[in-house]
């Protein structure tokens, strides 16, 4: 095989790097995997041998590497940046770059990393064409969904489905944009059409999501079990897949009610990876929880030093308010406003769900919180978008509309205790006190802890 149908082929299996399952599943299942991508100008091209797949995607997966223990392993990414200067269109070490960038942001949480992917893949898009650099176009996808640009992740995800006709990724990411966007029966719609079989790391997270949002809350945690137990088996040399997998679980345990499994699993994420930034910011929500407000505290504090992020101030100052320090709580809270503020003012969509959380339960500025939450939901008619905006105009005395959205918020049958409180509170508030009694009585049943600390998420 030609040097330079090797490359390509490799190109074409890095566009499926992307999802934090996959280095893993490219291990697993290198035995089976074939490139096929038909280079330009085209000339026959072979399927390329197993170990020369490895060999190629090798760098990919070793470039985007973070050993949580030592710090960040700067080594590759030094030798990409040296790779680019000395050759600035080199657009696969630029997608190499955005892939590595995308990879620490999913593991210290730093948002720096996101500008730097997104910088790298527009470099990369420049020197060559979707046509003929899909990797790009999938990366692009991939930072527009990081930043909460659904819409024009679901432009992409189109893009690279039609330029890969019926690959298995582009389906995925297309799937993650719709159901983001609350668009959830297309997701089910562009997820069946991706095989399981084979794919149950990439695809059981994905459908977890889609169990939780019509209520069947356990189906979600066994399809994320289920992940887990693959993961594992590759925990060895990705420990961060394991302990992923491990901080979803917990969450939904969290959710539940049931503290002792999510105390569990978050645990065996920080075992993982000790300084995992989830797995601290989960943690120290289930201590607040449990009122063990010093450990939690200790633990933001620690997030905080580590991770520039404003929404870990917001849950800071909620943690301190829901202590009864109202002046403690005063400060993070403005810290965290001014954080918000100043991503919107850059146009980024990433906090107005969080300003709308902040300004209906933390600060009481329930106009302002009507605002961002409508904001929210020009972006998304998701879920959380609707629940958002019908507890900011609950707050803000408009009842009636609070009852319209809180109703679309139900809709998929979502059995998530607090937005089932919201819709008691809302409900009772426009007259209908059985109505409201039922859903305050559901809201118990889905997490009969619900009234303790929580994040707003």
């Given amino acids: 095989m030609n040097g330079f149908c090797e490359v390509m082929a490799a190109e074409e299996v890095f566009a499926c790097v992307g999802h934090p ?75 190499r770059i955005a892939d590595a960038h995308l990879r620490l942001l999913g593991s210290t949480g730093q948002l720096s990393h996101l500008s730097i992917a997104s910088d790298a893949v527009e470099k990369s898009l420049k020197i060559a064409n979707p046509a003929f650099n899909k990797a790009a176009l999938a990366l692009r996808t991939r930072v527009e969904l990081s930043s909460h640009r659904f819409a024009e992740a679901r432009r992409s995800a189109e893009q690279l489905r039609e ?107 920080l075992l993982q990876q000790p300084e995992y930034y989830s797995g601290l910011d989960h943690l120290a929500e289930l201590r607040g929880a449990q009122g063990r407000l010093e450990e939690a505290s200790a633990l933001y504090v620690r997030l905080i030093e580590r991770v520039d992020r404003p929404e870990f101030l917001q849950a800071l100052g909620d943690l301190y308010l829901f202590a009864g320090k109202k002046d403690e709580a005063k400060v993070w809270h403005e810290r965290a406003l001014a954080g918000y503020l100043d991503s919107v003012k850059r146009g980024e969509p990433l906090y107005d769900h969080h300003l709308a959380g902040l300004y209906s339960d933390s600060l009481n500025q329930p106009e302002a919180a009507v605002q961002s939450a409508r904001r929210d939901l020009a972006l998304r008619h998701s879920v959380q978008a609707y629940d958002a905006l019908a507890w900011a105009l609950f707050k803000a005395g408009k009842n009636e509309e609070a009852l319209d959205f809180i109703g679309k918020a139900l809709a998929t049958g979502v059995l998530d205790a607090h937005i089932l409180y919201h819709a008691g509170m809302i409900r009772m508030g426009c007259g209908d006190i059985p109505g409201g009694s039922v859903a305050l009585q559901n809201a118990m049943k889905a997490n009969p802890r619900y009234s303790t600390f929580h994040v707003h998420r």
């Fill in 21 to 95: 399952l996959t280095a893993a599943i490219i291990l697993k299942e290198i035995s089976r995997l074939d490139a096929c991508f038909v280079p330009y100008p085209p000339t026959p091209c072979a399927p390329m041998n197993n170990s020369k797949l490895l060999v190629a995607l090798l760098p990919l997966i070793l470039a985007s590497r973070e050993d949580c223990l030592s710090g960040p392993s700067i080594e590759p990414l030094t030798s990409l940046e040296a790779q680019v200067k000395k050759n600035p269109d080199d657009n696969a070490a630029w997608n």
């Fill in 163 to 269: 330029l890969m006709q019926d690959r298995n990724y582009a389906l995925q990411l297309l799937g993650d944009a719709l159901f983001n966007l609350g668009d959830y029966g297309e997701a089910e719609a562009a997820w069946s059409k991706v095989p399981l079989a084979g794919n149950e790391l990439a695809m059981e997270p994905r459908l977890s999501q889609l169990d939780w949002i019509h209520g069947n809350t356990e189906g979600a945690r066994r399809r994320l079990e289920g992940a887990l137990h693959q993961a594992e088996k590759l925990a060895p040399q990705f420990p961060e897949i394991a302990a992923w997998c491990h901080v979803q679980i917990g969450e939904l345990a969290f959710k539940s009610g049931d503290w002792e499994a999510a105390e569990s699993h978050y645990q065996s994420a």
